[in-house]
């Protein structure tokens, strides 16, 4: 039987205090975004944000790094991006009068890789790689990545010219999928009004240690209870989605445990050791949605919108 240990309740008011700070002065509107990738840090996992530019994707993934005092490193993504320029490379250096392995700046704790779709595929297997195995290898040695690592991806979804869209099978590798969305109106106009706030998030003080952070993702991972009744809850919705008639090809068990690691650290970040039905059905549609793929004719339909009907019909385990 699983020892369970106790959870540290005092990261997980920590990391509600950042969620509230952040989006009371820097973010405003942006919780849901923000506490998503909150999730796929304490996962270990990674967020891909599918949106239009313009809406703070940036600005979230640097306010998000500097709150918590991590390390952060942005990529440009073009269709001339070699996989080293995200990883790194080998150089000669002559004053040593030997090779020296320079890092790219996948080597931050907080990775913002815009548009990520705009990159080649063998430069987006090299990032996804590096995200998979949390380590790079370079003239057959390997170079441990910094932890905690987080992936924050974005995608223009409306515009494809030039870009390489990723396979089914690498999207599989992103935890969460969801978007910004536009600011409701009274932010949007008070937005317009002040203008771009990036030199203030670039002073944005620590709130927490990368030792804090530590303790916390330990809490999730080993810490936070998920009954078995819950667990077949989950299989329940993934299998629905298998035998879905308007999907082809449902969630895959990576998926089914992405499911449960995002529904304990919701939990966790609801000051909870032990995970709800509630945890479940709120990280189904970030979870799943980018994994369905859909049958031929049915391409335009709302996965999200599809999934949370599915929910519907599924029932909900009794404690």
């Not at 700070?21 to 999730?39: I, V, Y």
């Not at 993702?217 to 629905?240: F, G, N, P």
């Not at 966790?268 to 994994?291: Q, W, Y």
Request: proline fraction near 6%; include cysteine; glycine fraction near 6%.
């Amino acid at each position: 039987m699983a020892v369970i240990k106790k959870m540290d309740h005092n990261q997980s008011h920590q990391l509600q205090q950042i969620i509230t700070e952040l989006t009371a002065r820097h973010l405003p509107g942006k919780a849901k975004p923000l506490r998503l990738a909150l999730t796929a840090l304490l996962t270990g996992g990674h967020i891909l944000i599918e949106d239009i530019p313009g809406l703070g994707k940036t600005t979230l993934a640097i306010a998000l790094a500097n709150s918590l005092g991590l390390s952060f490193g942005r990529v440009q993504c073009t269709s001339d991006l070699l996989p080293a320029d995200i990883t790194g490379l080998t150089i000669f250096d002559r004053q040593e009068n030997s090779f020296r392995f320079v890092k790219g700046p996948v080597f931050n704790n907080i990775l913002l890789v815009d548009e990520i779709n705009r990159a080649m595929p063998k430069t987006q297997s090299a990032l996804l790689e590096a995200m998979e195995e949390h380590r790079v290898t370079a003239d057959g040695v390997t170079y441990p990545l910094p932890d905690p690592f987080l992936v924050i991806a974005t995608q223009n979804p409306a515009e494809q010219v030039g870009t390489y869209p990723l396979p089914e099978s690498q999207m599989d590798r992103f935890l969460i999928r969801t978007g910004m969305g536009y600011p409701a109106a009274e932010i949007e106009k008070e937005i317009i009004r002040y203008g771009s706030i990036r030199h203030d998030i670039l002073t944005i003080a620590p709130m927490v240690t990368p030792a804090e952070i530590a303790a916390g993702i330990r809490s999730v991972a080993a810490a936070t209870y998920l009954s078995a009744k819950l667990a077949d809850y989950i299989y329940s919705i993934v299998a629905a989605t298998r035998s879905h008639p308007l999907i082809l090809t449902g969630i895959s068990t990576r998926g089914a445990i992405n499911l449960a690691q995002a529904a304990k650290a919701h939990a966790f970040l609801d000051n909870r050791d032990h995970v709800l039905p509630e945890d479940i059905k709120e990280m189904t549609a970030p979870v799943g949605s980018h994994r369905l793929i859909m049958r031929a004719g049915h391409d335009t339909i709302d996965k999200e919108s599809l999934l949370n009907d599915l929910l519907q019909s599924i029932p909900i385990p009794l404690s």
